[in-house]
């Protein structure tokens, strides 16, 4: 017959079975995460590389090589510190740690196309050409108005002036004021923000990319990971998962739906062009790369945020 001591032995051993398998079972349920320091903390997209681990140094000075050029506007602004402690925040939401390797290069590649081609001084024969002025403004030079328009959540400031600042410009109060809540800084009263700190200019730009303009609608994120998926509606309006269809949520109809123009043209090479630099190769430019023919998802006639 088993003895006491024997019996209390064989209990202990079914406890430690029970837990075992109890954990075994949350582990499989619970999603993993991953710990990359500051940079990535607390999220499924940190078991991804994180942007630093494929976008260095040495690759943000060649996307934007002419930037503190003696006649660049916004010489000694812009820096790799700047941009890697602004994506902090937003890797974890999948910025940049999205899909595999290639899918995260391509983003960033994307990302700052529109960013390169928004704050260029390059023009036709600039030496270097005219991709290589990226990152020459971070403001609009010759404001033509003070962008204040009525809006009862987001009122101007008296003797504050809403042109365009920032990595990706902002305009206009009720843009400054949804995107200052959402970066949780007062853009509303203090909008000059964005031309004297380089990591709230990327921080607003960041935040715009990977949020929706409106319910219901995607991000610039959504479409170009392959997150969002097409209704009916938008396939009749030729919005389709790509690089064409992140313009249509950045500016809709100013770019998109008016054929083959400049200023969409612009911004698809500058993100091919990145994607070179950043050995990617313009190949994997991916499907649906313009905005040629698409219905903008808020057309400029109706009131549109941010």
Known sequence: MATEKQWRQAAVMVVVVVLAVAGGAASKSKPKTCDKGWECKNSVYCCNDTISDFFQVYQFENLFSKRN?????AVGFWDYHSFITASALFQPLGFG?????QMAMKE?????????????????????GPLAWGLCYNHEMSPSQSYCNLDYLY?????VDYYGRGALPVYWNYNYGIIGDGIKVDLLYHPEYLEQNATLAFQAAFWRWMTPMKKKQPSAHDVFVGNWKPSKNDTLAKRLPGFGTTMNVLYGDQVCGQGSIDA???????YQYYLDLMGVGRQ????????AEQEAFNPSYQPASA
Do not use: Q, R
């Not at 050029?69 to 506007?73: G, Q, T």
């Not at 969409?264 to 500058?270: E, F, Y």
């Open 69 to 73: 050029a003696p006649i660049a506007h």
């Open 284 to 291: 994997y430019s991916g499907d649906n790369l313009d905005c």
């Open 155 to 159: 009122p101007c400031t008296p003797g």
């Open 108 to 128: 960033v590649a994307a990302f700052l196309g529109h960013v390169g081609s928004k704050t260029s001084c390059g023009y036709g024969v600039a030496t270097g």
């Open 264 to 270: 969409m043209n612009s911004i698809i090479s500058h």
């Open 97 to 101: 740690t999205t899909g595999g390797k």
